[in-house]
């Protein structure tokens, strides 16, 4: 360690915790593999790129325990064509990478809190959530600042975008929905006036970047809405019962607190010309409510809205207030139904309007994004179930820590109740899917599945492909000659999406 003109020291390696070890040991990559080694076949007809991003940080930090949520947005490119893959990964240069760069140290403090940096940003994001194509860009988002744009072909970073100037919001949610028949993104901020503000910031924007409209609305408590959800005629934000606290930031404690006197609030209102009275806020009892998967609305008007729930604080490192968090192996989230009647001033979620629809531990839900704010039967996701044959006595020592563990990937069918399981094998585990249409086919969930695998033997990452029809099947097998931390979300962008 050293000092550097009156700023924290400087560390010169990662800190022994497990967020930084094994499998989850920091890369600081950026490359270009123009031809990836498949054993399989890759189908002729898929034509397209991958884009996915992950908290990797550059420097080490000067926080004690620094979570892997705080890590420099890495993205990562997956170009197929012609039954062949190409590799490109690159940062994206937010305010923090660039500063940091030329000062060669961390400057940034803790997670979301700005009194603990080195030095004041005006852009504190990493930019490492997720990225979506929008618009002839992607977008790489964190929920706490606006997107920063960057070329789809490239991945050089353009800069921060507010669209013209339109962005009302000083935040931007990592999950923005599209209708699948307008483009139009649809999206919103919470603490959209800044750190511990309980305004949220619902807009809509057109497929060619114009504002449609903004709602401002006021949260029932200061909390993280980190995903949320979208129908023909509503839009429904769920309400994390992790709870922001300034003066907590202020004397350099964390932005979140488990707060388990908090019910899950979620609220609903009009997605097209709704005003800031409009919105009502619906309670259920205290849970974890994690990533939406869809929503619709029934035959009766009822908001039908799928998501994964867990009983216990999925963010065990941000604890309550007497410092308890669950253990990790004691979580348990699964896909779970809610049924709202938006017209109803009865607010308190009935336990009749809940229910499993999937028993397993589960998370990163996706579907066939034509059917995205639609009726919908097919569901994908990542799976743990520890009985499928995992070798965890093999792989402890190389895991790392500090991310969700998951060693299977699903394909869930809503109508029938039946989920079909694809097992990547004993030294590997899954990141989030992304959902591939066959070409020329417009019958839902008719295509592939496409995911990130870890591969814990050769410490190296793998990408696997299966066939929806075909799914306990491994198609093809793409091989990355090196390690790619184990990361957030991502989206696939066919060619025929962007024109080329
Ligand atoms: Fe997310």
Redesign the pocket.
């Known amino acids: 360690m050293g000092s550097q003109g009156g700023l924290p020291p400087v560390a010169s390696h990662f800190p022994q915790r497990p967020q930084f070890q094994g499998f989850q040991k920091p890369t600081a990559l950026e490359a270009d593999v123009p031809n990836l080694e498949v054993y399989g076949t890759i189908p002729a007809d898929i034509d397209g790129t991958f884009y996915r991003v992950m908290p990797d940080p550059v420097w080490a930090p000067f926080i004690e325990n620094d979570p892997w949520f705080n890590g420099d947005g890495n993205i990562s490119a997956f170009r197929i064509k012609d039954s062949r893959a190409s590799f490109k990964q690159r940062y994206v240069r937010t305010e923090k990478f660039t500063r940091e760069r030329e000062a060669k140290r961390a400057l940034l403090g803790k997670y979301r809190n700005k009194y603990t940096d080195a030095v004041e940003f005006q852009i504190r994001t990493t930019a490492n959530?997720n990225v979506v194509y929008f618009n002839g860009k992607l977008l790489a988002l964190k929920e706490d600042a606006p997107p920063y744009a960057l070329d789809p072909e490239t991945l050089d970073t353009i800069g921060l975008e507010t669209f013209d100037g339109q962005l009302p919001s000083l935040t931007f949610t990592?999950?923005p929905k599209f209708d699948p028949d307008t483009g139009e993104m649809i999206c919103f901020g919470y603490e959209a006036r800044g750190d511990g503000t309980p305004d949220v910031c619902y807009y809509r924007i057109a497929a060619d970047g114009t504002f449609l409209e903004t709602v401002w609305l006021v949260s029932p408590v200061v909390a993280m809405i980190?995903?949320f959800a979208v129908t023909k005629n509503w839009v429904v934000f769920p309400i994390i019962p992790q709870v922001c606290d300034l003066e907590r930031m202020r004397a350099g404690g964390e932005h979140w607190q488990w707060s388990p006197e908090t019910p899950f609030y979620i609220g609903v209102l009009p997605r097209e010309g709704g005003r800031p009275d409009d919105v009502k806020w619906f309670r259920h009892p205290n849970c974890f409510p994690s990533?939406s998967c869809n929503a619709y609305e029934d035959g009766d008007g009822n908001i039908v809205f799928d998501l994964g729930i867990s009983e216990k604080n999925v963010f065990f490192w941000w604890p309550d207030a007497k410092g308890n968090a669950p253990s990790p192996e004691s979580l348990h989230s699964q896909l779970t139904r809610i049924t709202i009647d938006p017209h109803s001033d009865d607010l308190d979620i009935k336990p009749h309007q809940v229910r499993a629809l999937e028993g397993n531990n589960s998370e990163f839900y996706r579907v066939d994004d034509r059917f995205a704010t639609k009726r919908y039967r097919h569901s994908f996701f990542d799976m743990m179930d520890p009985s499928l044959g995992t070798d965890f006595r093999a792989i402890g020592p190389v895991l790392g820590g500090g991310y969700p563990l998951y060693n299977s990937l699903c394909h869930f069918d809503v109508e029938t109740g039946k989920t079909e399981v694809y097992f990547p094998g004993p030294t590997h585990m899954v990141q989030e899917p992304v959902f591939i249409p066959r070409k020329g086919s417009g019958e839902e969930g008719d295509g592939y599945l496409l995911a990130l695998v870890n591969n814990y033997a050769t410490m190296s990452s793998e990408l696997h492909l299966v066939d929806v029809k075909d799914f306990s099947k491994l198609l093809a097998k793409i091989l990355l000659p090196v390690r790619i931390r184990h990361g957030?979300?991502g989206n696939w962008v066919d060619a025929a999406d962007v024109g080329n």
Do not use: G
């Open positions: 959530t990592a999950h980190h995903d990533h957030l979300h």
